[in-house]
């Protein structure tokens, strides 16, 4: 085999991986601090955060034209509830209802291009690999205090591995049991959730009138993106080359 036949996939696979990992680690620090200042137990909010972080991400890698729906539908919705309340933003509110609006754009991306349930089979692999992955790592915060940039990159590296080793059974059990109809319109509906969440804490760091105690908070979550972002860009980058080395073909799944 000829070098450069060996070099495009890992380079391809490195640039995938990377965007990727750099949309974890933004969305997975971003979580953690949140669920954090939320009052939540920190291993709790360490599962959560790389949970929630892993089904997003592997919902844009896996299924990017259902995740754009999603996106566009909890942007739209978002820009509508903002226009409606008057920048009196509820986190919760904003979510559920961008949710239910990805829903029924999910709904209508599905009758207008119908599909199988891989989607959703992969969104429940990086669900199962975030769950593991989060457990893992909260056992190791415990022991070893983490920076931001490593806790990101090694998060990434964690969820990518296990979601690697999963995917195929999980797809596999997915063709038998999930059935196509919903596929579509629960990832669009997770990521409108996800998407309307982050224009909450968009919005509400531009709003005045703020509480001390809210204007800190997102401070905080602000001040921890940047090296989430760039710990989650190298660790999927790296981790895409060492698996690529052992043989795992993720130019496949590109």
């Known amino acids: ?21 750099a949309l974890f680690g933004a969305l997975f620090t971003g979580l953690h601090r949140i669920l954090l200042v939320g009052g939540l137990h920190a291993w709790l909010a360490l599962i959560a955060a790389t949970t929630a972080a892993a089904m ?5 890698y896996s299924a990017m034209p259902i995740a ?11 820009i509508g509830y903002l226009i409606i309340s008057g920048y009196e933003i ?13 829903l029924l754009a999910g709904g209508f991306y599905a009758w207008i291009i119908p599909g199988g349930s891989r989607p959703l ?7 199962i690999a975030g769950v593991l992955a989060g457990f893992i790592l909260s056992l190791i915060v415990h022991l070893i205090d983490l920076g931001v940039f490593v806790l990101a990159a090694g998060v ?26 919903i596929s579509a319109p629960l990832v669009a509906g997770l990521i409108a959730a996800i998407v309307g969440g982050g224009i909450w804490l968009l919005s509400g760091s531009a709003a005045s009138g703020l509480d001390t105690r809210t204007e800190t908070a997102i401070a905080l979550v602000l001040a921890d993106i940047p090296p989430g972002l760039l710990g989650g860009l190298c660790g999927g980058a790296i981790t895409s080359v060492i698996l690529e080395l052992f043989g795992f073909h993720l130019e496949d799944q590109i």
């Open 121 to 127: 089979a992969e969104t429940i692999a990086g669900l």
């Open 68 to 78: 754009l729906v999603g996106s566009m539908a909890g942007v739209l919705t978002s």
């Open 1 to 21: 085999m000829r070098i450069q036949d060996r070099l495009t996939p890992i380079m391809l696979a490195l640039l995938v991986w990377g965007f990727a990992g």
């Open 56 to 60: 997003t991400t592997t919902a844009f």
């Open 156 to 181: 990434v590296a964690l969820v990518g591995t296990l979601f690697e080793l999963l995917d195929q059974a999980v797809i596999g059990w997915g063709r038998r049991w999930l059935p196509g109809l």
């Open 90 to 102: 509820e986190l919760l509110k904003l979510a559920e209802l961008a949710g239910g609006i990805g």
